[in-house]
């Protein structure tokens, strides 16, 4: 199948299929809680993140169902959530298979931008969408003045990893804290 990729920002969130965005939260990260129209509305409107999507046109519902091997979200053909659009069919939909988080900020330094939260649906992987996101998130950052982009990714991913080194980042030597906030606890530990 012949995937047309297109990589583009989320800009209004009552458009946009809250289903499929989930979906692939949960596939990056099954403790994270489902989002709502309000939180991604907070998203897309905060002035140093931007949502980038990974679209492609794929088969409808009735194609899919038929064994067209079409990228889903994984559930039923038709309630898998991945569609964009209500094509009828025969037509072609937009499916949302990939999204990544690009925060840009000025501190003191200088321009920063960082990549979190890249995903691409499961299905999809190996057809060269994560490094479509990627490619984008990094022209952005170019754009708005930051020299440098900086992400993380755990061991473990090994194909993620392999990806951000083919493109051209480096791992760099420092330590990544982390301090959980909890709620009810006391603020600082001794």
Known sequence: ??????????TQPNVLPLDSINYLLSSLS???????ND???????EPATRLLLATINAPSVKERSSGGGVVSG???????????GGGTAGEDEEKIVGMLTLAVF???????????????????????????????AIEIAQESGARTVDLTSRPSREAANKLYQKLGFEQRSTN???????TGTPLYKD
């Open 1 to 10: 199948m012949n995937l047309n990729i297109s990589i583009s920002e989320a």
């Open 30 to 36: 099954p403790n994270a809680p489902a989002i709502t």
């Open 39 to 45: 939180v991604l509305r907070e998203l897309i409107e």
């Open 74 to 84: 994984g559930g039923t053909a038709g309630g898998d959530g991945m569609s964009s």
């Open 106 to 136: 000025r501190i003191p330094s200088g321009v920063r931008a960082w990549i979190e939260d890249v995903v691409v649906d499961t299905e999809a992987r190996g057809r060269g969408i994560g490094a479509a996101l990627v490619r984008r």
């Open 176 to 182: 990544v804290y982390r301090y959980t906030i909890e």
